[in-house]
């Protein structure tokens, strides 16, 4: 059994133009049934066809209504004139030496996201954007230099996984039974471009969609979103998604981390622990984890270490240790590789984990802080991105 937690009351869906056909991608189960009945499916029929369409869109990956063979010819010729199955557009795909593979997507309106697929020996995890740009500006974060276009459609972050499960051919063939060998794509990490808390609703559906039992059944175990600090929405995550959570922390003091992560100066760092400590999903089962991004000379000393340890008693956490991926313009240094086993032996000997992540795609510019969508509004100057990180006298 795949746990779903309960959703609150549906958000209704925003009037199209008399005609125009409606995307299914990304809507939850009852807009779905909202919209079957209004496209003249009876009322005590729709809970069923509702399951049908569904599984069909999400467990078999079918994107022709004629295709979908248990429901009517004439059930399926009304589904097709009132909907369509859509998913973003691949513009680009790369494969790093690595086996890492990037995706650049276009989405309406001609923006572009992008999303990223890591293989691993026991898993493969997809990090999946959540904005098109950020509206947080981390001074260390590639992305951040692109200011905020907008939010994405619990479509368009659904979408996502789908058009990945297409790459991997990894939908069950027509006529077989679904697949039971280890997955492709197992885990879920939203760490791509965005801050998912500021997008809370459609993050919401779009893994409720993917958690799902009868559709890409995902466990909410195996999905990790991943936030700045956006203190209110944090409880909320943990009762309407249940996922589990990863915190950019990246400092220890609030004067630094104002500067690497502007957030704090609105959720200073006591304020978000304590947030944490209050997790409702919280236990030695389900850590937070901490991201911490290792920059020479500005975060990574002994006594940032040690700070860091004091700072997160009593919650259950691991430290993941986050070797700075350089990007063109970038106004910070990697730390040293000794500096940084020296920093993860002492959180290591604290009783934590820390885990020294390994750069993956670093030669496609897939790597954790390096993605970034060709189609950037607002580009900054090499001077802006100093000036922002408080280094533009070095």
């Keep these: ?32 049934r909202e919209l079957l009945i209004e496209a003249g499916t009876p009322e005590r029929q729709a809970g069923m066809r509702v399951g049908q369409v569904w599984q069909w869109i999400y467990q078999k990956g079918v994107r022709d209504f004629a295709l979908m063979t248990n429901l009517a010819k004439d059930y399926r010729a009304m589904l097709a004139e009132r909907f369509t199955i859509e998913l973003p557009e691949v513009v680009t795909r790369q494969v790093s030496q690595d086996g890492t593979r990037k ?3 276009r989405i309406a309106g001609g923006h572009e996201v992008e999303t990223v697929y ?24 590639h992305t951040g230099t692109q200011k905020l276009v ?8 659904v979408g996502q996984i789908m058009v990945a499960r297409d790459d991997l051919g990894e939908w069950p ?60 929405k ?12 990863a915190v950019s922390f990246h400092a220890t003091t609030d004067a630094v981390r104002d500067r690497l992560v502007p957030i704090n100066r609105k959720w200073n760092i006591e304020t ?19 991201e911490y991004v290792m920059l020479d000379g500005v975060n990574d000393s002994d006594e940032d270490a040690r700070r860091l340890v004091r700072l997160i008693q ?61 189609t950037e509004r607002g580009r900054k100057s090499r001077r802006d991105i100093a000036g922002e990180a408080g280094l533009s006298g070095r």
């Design 1 to 32: 059994m795949h746990e779903v937690p309960v959703k609150p009351e549906v958000v209704p869906l925003p009037r199209v133009p008399a005609g125009e056909a409606r995307n299914l991608v990304g809507k939850t189960r009852a807009q779905l």
């Design 103 to 105: 995706y650049l997507m």
């Design 118 to 141: 890591i293989p691993e020996q026991d898993r493969g995890t997809l990090c999946i954007s959540s904005q098109v740009g950020c509206t947080l500006t981390c001074s260390f974060c």
């Design 150 to 157: 907008r939010n994405l459609t619990p479509g368009e972050i």
């Design 173 to 232: 063939e027509p006529g077989r039974a679904p697949k039971n060998e280890t997955r492709l794509l197992s885990n879920i990490v939203l760490m791509g471009m965005g801050e998912p808390l500021y997008n809370f609703e459609a993050v919401r559906d779009a893994m409720q969609i993917a958690m799902d039992g009868e559709g890409i059944s995902l466990s909410r175990r195996r999905i990790t979103l991943s936030t700045s600090g956006v203190v209110p």
């Design 234 to 245: 944090i409880a909320r995550t943990a009762e309407e998604i249940g996922c589990l959570l």
């Design 272 to 290: 978000l622990l304590e947030a944490l400590r209050s997790y409702p999903k919280l236990s030695n089962s389900e850590r937070i984890t901490f």
């Design 314 to 374: 009593r919650i259950p956490a691991k430290i993941n240790l986050i070797p700075f991926n350089e990007w063109p313009g970038a106004p910070y240094r990697r730390s040293p590789q000794g500096r940084i086993r020296a920093f993860a032996d002492i959180i290591y000997k604290a009783g934590y984990a820390s885990p020294i992540r390994t750069p993956r795609g670093e030669d496609i510019m897939a790597a954790c802080g390096q993605l970034k969508s060709a």
